[in-house]
């Protein structure tokens, strides 16, 4: 089982930038695509982002496209999240997981989620 803690969420303006991290402990995730997601009050968790176990494929969902970045350290157990040019439709408790799954988009194919870590963007 792997555990995973996410952090560097926080409140800021339209435009501004934030990283996110999500530290792994336990069983090694080197092995496995990883991904993060978002939850906005009232709404689905949604599909963020996903790198695969060697960094070496990303996917993104359209909304974020061309401002969010995706990032892995392995020897670090950690996974990144750039988030550059934020709008208020960004805010949301963002999430990591581990893929355990076949489908990268669906949340129903990650385990291992993180407690989430806030982030407000305000206009």
């Known amino acids: 089982q792997v555990q995973l803690v996410e952090s560097g969420g926080g409140l800021v303006q339209a435009g501004d930038s934030l990283i996110l991290s999500c530290a792994a402990s336990?069983?090694?995730?080197?092995?496995?695509?990883m991904g993060w997601f978002r939850q906005a009050p009232g709404k689905e968790r949604e599909f963020v982002a996903a790198?695969?176990?060697?960094?070496?494929?990303?996917y993104y969902a359209d909304s974020v496209k061309g401002r969010f970045t995706i990032s892995r350290d392995n020897a670090k157990n950690t996974v990144y999240l750039q988030m550059n040019s934020l709008k208020p439709e960004d805010t949301a408790d963002y999430y990591c997981?581990?893929?355990?799954?076949?489908?990268?988009?669906?949340?129903?194919?990650?385990?291992?989620w993180g407690q989430g870590t806030q982030v407000t963007v305000s206009s």
């Open positions: 997981a581990k893929k355990s799954g076949a489908a990268v988009t669906n949340r129903y194919d990650y385990d291992s």
């Open positions: 790198i695969s176990w060697s960094g070496g494929v990303t």
């Open positions: 336990g069983r090694t995730f080197s092995g496995y695509t």
